[in-house]
Every structure is written in structure tokens, then in C-alpha cells.
């Protein structure tokens, strides 16, 4: 049985996902996710997140709900309202207006292009609705899908990034307001 969200605000919507926000009571969905390593092994140094771990991320991402306005808002498809994973924007450098946009599916779900379809609806938010100049996007050195993502989604190389949670440095990529208003 899927679990179904409780808090069925839509407040984004493609043509087969909805988009809600992170609960204080979505530590089943937060597991079902963060807790596969095969979804973590590209985000965690060890592959694996603890409980604990995943009860800080999930908390993470409402504190960004709460102070920002924006987190890696969980994901559902329209059709039966199946948590699919998370896509979303946090803070990356507020001097200079650069949201950091990221994307983690259940493993069950790949190969359906719902990250892809989801990054496209994410993408246009943070420039259409918060006035931001760029986003940013990193992806660890091994993981070639999300690399040849972010390459369809218009995103450029800029450089590699350290990123404390795996300690590796990420290949990392912007999409400024100026590209993503030329792809449109």
C-alpha cells in the first residue's frame, strides 16, 4: 500500500505530479526515501543515513519551508497520490541570488523521467516567483544521470565543489535567468 500524504496542498503541479510540503509527520516517506541506500549512496559518504540522520533531514527541509519559503518539496504522483521523492530549492548564496536545486526519487520510481519533469517545474519557480538570479546545481562525480540531466535542463558546467556530506568535490553547474530565458 502507498502511503498517502495527509497535507494535500498542491501548490505546484505538472502533468502527472503533484507537489506538497514536508510534515513533522512524514518520517515514513522521509525513510521510504532517504533511508534506501541506493538512493543515498550518491548524497552520504557511507551510502547509509541513520534514523537520526534522516529525522535531521527531513526537519531540514521544513526549517527551509518555515524560514524561506522553499525546501525539496516531496513528491506525488497525480494518478494515485504515490510519494514519488523530493524536488526543490534551498539557499545556496543569497548575496548573489543563487537558489541550489536538487532532486532525490525512490528507487522504485526511476526510469520514469519524474526527476526530469519535475526539475522543469522547479526550475521555472525560483525565477518566476522569488526573483532569483541563478541556480546552482552539483551532482556527485559518479553519478552520470543526474549529470546528463542537468546538461538537458540548460544547466552549464562552472566547476567542482567541495560537498562535506559525501567528501568528494562535486562537478557543480548554474543556470542563470538569462540562459533559462533563451531556452524558453
Known amino acids: 500500500m502507498q502511503h498517502q500524504h495527509k497535507y494535500l496542498h498542491r501548490f505546484m503541479e505538472t502533468n502527472r505530479l503533484f507537489?506538497?510540503?514536508?510534515?513533522?509527520?512524514?518520517?515514513?516517506?522521509?525513510?521510504?526515501?532517504?533511508?534506501?541506500?541506493?538512493?543515498?549512496?550518491?548524497?552520504?559518504?557511507?551510502?547509509?543515513?541513520?534514523?537520526?540522520?534522516?529525522?535531521?533531514?527531513?526537519?531540514?527541509?521544513?526549517s527551509n519551508g518555515e524560514?524561506?519559503?522553499?525546501?525539496?518539496?516531496?513528491?506525488?504522483?497525480?494518478?494515485?497520490?504515490?510519494?514519488?521523492?523530493?524536488?526543490?530549492?534551498?539557499?545556496?548564496?543569497?548575496?548573489?541570488?543563487?537558489?541550489?536545486?536538487?532532486?532525490?526519487?525512490?528507487?522504485?520510481?526511476?526510469?520514469?523521467?519524474?526527476?526530469?519533469?519535475?526539475?522543469?517545474?522547479?526550475?521555472?519557480?525560483?525565477?518566476?516567483?522569488?526573483s532569483a538570479n541563478a541556480l546552482f546545481a552539483g551532482h556527485h562525480p559518479e553519478n552520470t544521470n543526474s549529470k546528463h540531466l542537468l546538461q538537458r535542463l540548460g544547466f552549464q558546467y562552472t566547476h567542482k565543489e567541495l560537498y562535506p556530506p559525501t567528501e568528494l568535490y562535486h562537478p557543480s553547474y548554474l543556470l542563470t535567468l538569462h540562459a533559462f530565458n533563451d531556452s524558453k
Open 19 to 62: 507537489f506538497s510540503e514536508w510534515l513533522e509527520t512524514d518520517f515514513a516517506m522521509a525513510l521510504k526515501l532517504w533511508g534506501n541506500p541506493n538512493v543515498t549512496r550518491y548524497i552520504s559518504a557511507t551510502s547509509i543515513l541513520s534514523k537520526d540522520n534522516i529525522k535531521d533531514r527531513l526537519q531540514l527541509e521544513i
Open 67 to 130: 524560514k524561506h519559503a522553499i525546501q525539496y518539496w516531496p513528491v506525488f504522483l497525480k494518478s494515485d497520490g504515490a510519494f514519488v521523492g523530493c524536488c526543490g530549492l534551498r539557499p545556496y548564496d543569497s548575496e548573489r541570488g543563487i537558489l541550489e536545486i536538487g532532486f532525490h526519487i525512490c528507487e522504485h520510481y526511476w526510469g520514469n523521467g519524474y526527476a526530469k519533469e519535475a526539475a522543469l517545474k522547479v526550475i521555472s519557480y525560483p525565477f518566476s516567483v522569488l
